[in-house]
Structures are given as C-alpha cells and as structure tokens.
C-alpha cells in the first residue's frame, strides 16, 4: 500500500480519475473497515479541500459517526433525517445544491452549504453512507456522484 498520496491537479473529472486507482489500492489489503473508511475519508478530504468529509455506519437502526475529516459533527442520524437518513432510506445518493433548500437538512456546521450523501452497500444492504459537505453552494454534481459511487463500491466489494 502506498504511504502518501501522490500529488493530484487538474479537473475534478482528472483528479477522481487519478485518486480511485490509489483509494483501491489502500483498501484492498485491508480487511478493517474502520481503517478503510479512516484512510479513504482522508484521500478525499486532501484532495479536494472539502469542508468535512467521513462515513456514518449504520449501527442498531441508527447511523452512527465514524472516520471522519473536519470539524466536530453529530454522532447519531435516525434513519430518514437530514440528508445521511435520507439516502440510507432510499438507499441511493442525494446531491443538495443548497443545504437550505432540503428540508430537514441537520447543520452540524453553520459553514456547511452544500453537500453529496453516498450510501455504501453491503449483500444490497446499506451499511454505512458516505457524507461530504462543502462551504459552498453548488459543489456537487453528477461527476461526484459517478466517482463518490465507485469510491463506495471500493469499501465493500462483495455485492
Ligand atoms: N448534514 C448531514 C448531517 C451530518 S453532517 O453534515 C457531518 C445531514 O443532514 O444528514
């Protein structure tokens, strides 16, 4: 496994483009999913600046904080709250262009103004999301959720 992340420029289509041959690469010969998710959070975070980037797992009906980049967040997300409930209840991703436009949006940073929720399947199963938010509006697009998508297939290969 490589111990640094290389040096990534360009547009975001070339930066995930280089990134997801290295996220692979660190996960692939870890079996802990705490570690995978603590390293690809990190990746993540430093390549693109985001304002927090991280994983909440789903743990006895809840989402439950996990590895995470940013600053202090919430610990515990019912399921169909905020924006990480609600992905893992319809079991897909939501893009929100404007944190205050999506109803029920849970602000653990007033900072936060955009933000992608990608969920991560295990044997179809969510088992954890994938929560990136950004300082601000509009960050998110189709090209993350094409890329973030792939990121999570990488967390939990048996599907
Ligand atoms: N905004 C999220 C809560 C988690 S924080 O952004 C880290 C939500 O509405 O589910």
Redesign the pocket.
Known sequence: MAEQLDIIEGTKEERYEALLPQIASVVEDETDTIAKMANVAAMLHETFGFW?T?F?RVKNEQ?V?GP?Q?PL??TR?KKG???????WQEEKTIV?PD?DA?P??????SA?RS?I?VPVFENNQVVAVL?I?SAQLNTFDATDQFWLEKVAALLCPKQ
Do not use: N, P, Q, R
């Open positions: 927090w991280g909440y989402l904080l995470f940013g967040a919430c997300i709250k905020g924006v990480c409930g609600t992905a929100v944190v999506f029920g949006h849970i602000a653990c940073s936060s933000e929720v929560d938010d």
